[in-house]
């Protein structure tokens, strides 16, 4: 099972973006995935046995867990005596770090292309 994030709120600049310069907004997108993906291999993932962090998966701009307990931990899960142990949203703390930076490179972007 994946998990994947996307990052909200920054729509009317993708679209702007997106209208101007299709590569660049794919390069923009590229880059800000490599940089999650990189934040989240350097000790933001949580480890145990070593196994989510080598799960980690980057694919054009895809950045996802493939171990099939990634979801369990980041959201939450209950235990075999009806407990429940709260997820660690590591995948959602790297899509925060990541969001400011991507907004900006999206604005950067697009005073570039206006240029």
């Known amino acids: ?13 993708v679209s702007k973006l997106q209208s101007l310069n299709k590569i660049r907004f794919e ?12 934040y989240m291999k350097n000790g933001n993932t949580p480890v145990k046995t070593g ?7 980057l694919k054009d701009d895809l950045v996802a867990y493939t171990k099939e307990y990634a979801p369990h931990v980041e959201y939450g ?3 075999k005596n009806g407990g429940w142990i709260n997820g660690q949203h590591f995948l959602q703390k ?5 969001k400011p930076i991507y907004k900006q ?11």
């Open 1 to 13: 099972m994946k998990i994947d994030f996307t990052l909200d709120g920054c729509d009317k600049l």
């Open 27 to 38: 390069a923009v997108v590229k880059k800000n995935a490599v940089q999650l993906f990189n």
């Open 51 to 57: 196994e989510m962090r080598q799960s980690l998966l």
């Open 77 to 79: 899960h209950r235990t």
């Open 94 to 98: 790297g899509v925060e770090h990541q």
């Open 105 to 115: 490179d999206l604005k950067n972007a697009i005073k570039k292309e206006g240029a």
